[in-house]
């Protein structure tokens, strides 16, 4: 099968490798679109030191199984589908919790760091746990589908706060997911959402999908947010970005007794005001990947609750990986989200 290889940093190729034979409890996957995250364009330079070559990357992806390994009772040939990024394994003390996002032997498709390498979805097939996988509904094209790993990281951050009727909240970072989490925050009952980012582009976007305002990221910031939330700050706010601006905009915005969610994690290690945090009260909760949405949001997406079309920059075939990774990485105004679809023509 062709498959887009990572084989040395900043280096993609499209090469021909053997089809994966689906082990017991696996599907195998003829892969219909994979979305590009901003983590594999990150791996893809090697800055984050999760994308060891050679890999395969992708893990934001859907298409049709193609083959079940033994003992696979809940999926056939032929069944659409999409999956979890995370392969957890389902029996430790975390995956009964149903923390499958914490699991201890958690891997990422798409990844190689050190402790595993699990090839990803830039392929024409992937195999993957049937556990990981949900049945996709009719009116979910593929290339929406792709985008559903990102939708249930958006509605888990969201879960670790108590949303309550009328709450106000800000979205730090208007990305992917940033735009995402916007929706979700809607969906779970806030009345108003504010979004910052530094592109006005990504900014108006936002507006199209419903912002109350959105408000270009600068040093006078938090005064504004302040204003625009009667003065004392939201009740919430979820950072989207990972650097030290983005989370002290977050911590900086809420009123006292606030939770600030944390999403971003591009950079190892941030400063915050340490003092406000403790003399305001405020709650910072990590959030990692998602745990058990992706039934919510294969519902909402398909009932048109959450949108992801005007995220959706490009769809394009994966022989074209290497230009799109390359304007990515190039940060090309206005681009979001690109799909690859391994068995488009040229
Ligand atoms: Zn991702
Ligand atoms: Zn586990």
Same mark, same amino acid.
């Given at each position: 099968m062709k498959a887009l290889l990572l084989s040395e940093y900043k280096k993609l190729e499209m090469v021909d490798v053997p089809v994966p034979v689906p082990a017991a409890g696996e599907i195998l996957i003829r892969v219909e679109a994979c979305g590009i995250c901003g983590s594999d364009v990150h791996g893809y330079d090697g800055s984050s030191g999760r994308r060891i070559p050679p890999i395969v990357m992708g893990h934001e992806a859907a298409g049709i199984v193609a083959r079940v390994g033994e003992a696979v009772r809940t999926f056939h040939e032929g069944d659409r589908v999409t999956f979890d990024s995370t392969v957890y394994c389902g029996d430790c003390e975390y995956c009964r919790r149903n923390e499958v996002n914490l699991c201890d032997r958690r891997e990422v498709l798409g =990844?190689?760091?050190?402790?595993?390498? $699990?090839?990803?979805?830039?392929?024409?097939?992937?195999?993957?746990?049937?556990?990981?996988?949900?049945?996709?509904?009719?009116?979910?094209?593929?290339?929406?589908?792709?985008?559903?790993? %990102?939708?249930?990281? &958006?509605?888990? %951050?969201?879960? #670790? *706060?108590?949303?309550?009727? !009328?709450?106000? %909240?800000? =979205? =730090?970072?208007?990305?992917?997911?940033?735009?995402?989490?916007?929706?979700?925050?809607?969906? &779970? !009952?806030?009345? $108003?959402?504010? *979004?910052?980012?530094?592109?006005?582009?990504?900014?108006?976007?936002?507006?199209?999908?419903?912002?109350?305002?959105?408000? *270009? @990221?600068?040093?006078?910031?938090?005064?504004? =947010?302040?204003?625009?939330?009667?003065?004392? !700050?939201?009740? #919430?706010?979820?950072?989207?970005?990972?650097?030290?601006?983005?989370? /002290?905009?977050?911590?900086?915005?809420? $009123?006292?007794?606030?939770?600030?969610?944390?999403?971003?994690? *591009?950079?190892?290690?941030?400063?915050?005001?340490? /003092?406000?945090?403790?003399?305001? /009260?405020?709650?910072?909760?990590?959030?990692? %990947? @998602?745990a058990g949405e992706y039934p919510r949001a294969i519902e909402l997406m398909s009932k048109g609750e959450i949108k992801v079309k005007p995220l959706i920059s490009a769809v394009r075939p994966l022989s074209e990986g290497l230009h799109w990774f390359e304007r990515l990485y190039d940060r090309e105004a206005g681009l979001m989200k690109v799909v690859l679809e391994p068995g488009a023509q040229p």
């Open positions: =990844v190689s760091c050190g402790d595993y390498r $699990r090839a990803g979805a830039f392929a024409e097939f992937v195999s993957v746990p049937a556990r990981i996988a949900y049945a996709l509904p009719e009116n979910l094209s593929f290339p929406e589908a792709a985008l559903l790993e %990102a939708v249930s990281v &958006a509605l888990h %951050a969201v879960s #670790l *706060v108590e949303v309550k009727p !009328g709450s106000t %909240a800000l =979205v =730090v970072g208007a990305g992917t997911i940033g735009l995402l989490i916007q929706q979700a925050l809607r969906v &779970a !009952g806030c009345s $108003r959402v504010f *979004v910052t980012d530094i592109d006005r582009n990504r900014l108006s976007l936002s507006e199209s999908l419903g912002a109350t305002a959105t408000l *270009v @990221s600068g040093p006078n910031f938090t005064n504004e =947010v302040l204003r625009a939330a009667n003065g004392t !700050g939201v009740d #919430l706010a979820v950072e989207a970005v990972g650097n030290t601006a983005a989370v /002290q905009s977050a911590i900086g915005s809420v $009123r006292k007794g606030g939770d600030v969610v944390l999403v971003g994690n *591009v950079s190892p290690e941030v400063t915050f005001p340490l /003092q406000k945090v403790v003399s305001r /009260q405020i709650t910072l909760h990590g959030s990692c %990947a @998602s």
